[in-house]
């Protein structure tokens, strides 16, 4: 095609326009192929739609739509009231050996400073064993292993309620949670052998599911 095109639009009269303006007038639907358009040389006015190349053809194949992922939609396995007892059995253990060495350690370090009475040494060792307990739980659980020593060995993981890794904040309240369960009588533990998806107390306000990896 030349330049100098003439076009017509809802009965009015355009141009003249170069080739390259008179595709961009048809890429942005400005022109439609049953415009009619001419050029010098031409016996008559044609359609628009006429012309080759004027319109870019429609791309043929339409891909098929993005399936949606639901949120759970692999397999989960709930884990079960005697597995998870097995691994907090174990981890009860992990964190008693763990307090007492470094209960021992501190109280040593203490006694070498001075502090000998027993009511100062308890204190301390009931606030180191708090803190150990805290970070034991909320760290690992919160970490790539997204489980305790106890949970490992059981083949357990905590996830919140999307299957998704939690964080130290989420794993945090989870662990202190877990008081409240205590002042109830241990019931918001045993509600893991009830409810639909073994969650205790702890694990509901906090979001969270312990599932088998």
């Not at 400005?30 to 050029?39: C, E, F, R, Y």
């Amino acid at each position: 095609m030349s330049e100098e095109w003439h076009y017509t639009v809802g009965g009015q009269q355009g141009g003249p326009v170069s080739t390259a303006q008179l595709k961009q007038l048809a890429s942005s639907g400005q022109l439609s192929q049953t415009d009619m358009v001419w050029k010098q040389g031409m016996a008559d006015w044609v359609p628009a739609g006429k012309l080759k190349g004027l319109f870019v053809a429609p791309n043929p194949y339409t891909p098929p739509p993005i399936p949606v992922i639901s949120e759970l939609n692999y397999s989960i396995t709930y884990a079960g009231f005697w597995k998870r007892f097995a691994a907090a059995f174990i981890d009860g253990i992990v964190t008693m050996v763990g307090g007492f060495v470094v209960g021992f350690v501190f109280g040593i370090v203490l006694i070498a400073g001075g502090t000998d009475d027993p009511e100062v040494l308890e204190f301390f060792g009931n606030i180191i064993g708090i803190i150990i307990g805290w970070l034991y739980f909320s760290v690992m659980e919160s970490s790539s292993t997204q489980a305790t020593l106890g949970k490992m060995a059981l083949g357990l993981k905590v996830t919140d309620l999307h299957g998704n890794k939690v964080s130290f904040g989420r794993a945090t309240g989870r662990h202190f949670a877990k008081i409240l369960s205590v002042f109830l009588l241990l019931v918001g533990f045993l509600m893991v052998a009830f409810t639909e998806k073994k969650q205790g107390l702890h694990d509901m306000i906090a979001g969270c599911l312990v599932t088998n990896k």
